[in-house]
C-alpha cells in the first residue's frame, strides 16, 4: 500500500544518509515523496539524484522523468517540468525500450492535460504512438495494458 511505501521511506532515510544513496533509491524516495503530496521534498531529492556522476541511461531518464512529473504536481511554472520532460526523452533513447515507454507515455499525457495549444495535442498523440510502438515491437505486455489509458485519451 502506498501508507506502506511512505514508513518503508522513512525508515530508510533514517537508516541512510542521502550522501549514501544510489541515484535510483533517490528517485524511488521521491516519487513517493510526491505521491503523498511532498512535492517540494520530492523536488529535492530528485536534484540530488539528477546531480549524480555516472549515472546510467535508464536511470538519469527515469530521475528526469520523475522529477519533470513532481514539479508538474507541485505547480511549478510549466517550463520546469516541460524542460524536463524534453531532457528525460532525449535520455529515454539511449536507454531500455521499457524506459522509452514510460517516458513516452508520461510525457504524452503530460501534453495532453497541460497543453492546449492543437500542436502540442498533436505532439501528445504522436508520443502515445511512438510509445505503442516500441511496446509493440519489444513485446513489452504490461507496458502495452498501461499505454491503453494513455492512448484512449490523446490517439
Excluded at 511512505?6 to 533514517?14: D, M, Q, R, T, Y
Excluded at 513485446?139 to 494513455?150: A, H, M, P, Q, T
Amino acid at each position: 500500500s502506498k501508507s506502506r511505501a511512505l514508513e518503508f521511506s522513512n525508515k530508510w532515510v533514517g537508516k541512510i544518509s542521502p550522501a549514501q544513496a544510489t541515484p535510483m533509491e533517490l528517485c524511488v524516495r521521491g516519487q513517493i515523496l510526491s505521491l503523498f503530496g511532498r512535492h517540494i521534498e520530492a523536488i529535492d531529492v530528485l536534484m540530488k539524484a539528477s546531480g549524480c556522476k555516472r549515472l546510467d541511461s535508464d536511470t538519469e531518464a527515469l530521475v528526469m522523468l520523475a522529477l519533470a512529473e513532481a514539479q508538474m504536481k507541485s505547480g511549478e511554472d510549466r517550463d520546469f517540468p516541460e524542460s524536463n520532460f524534453k531532457k528525460a526523452r532525449g535520455l529515454a533513447m539511449r536507454a531500455s525500450p521499457e524506459t522509452q515507454v514510460k517516458v513516452l507515455a508520461s510525457y504524452a499525457l503530460y501534453l495532453w492535460r497541460e497543453c492546449e495549444k492543437p500542436s502540442e495535442r498533436k505532439m501528445a498523440s504522436n508520443l502515445a504512438y511512438e510509445a505503442t510502438m516500441i511496446a509493440m515491437e519489444h513485446g513489452l505486455e504490461d507496458e502495452l495494458l498501461k499505454l491503453r489509458r494513455v492512448s484512449r485519451l490523446v490517439i
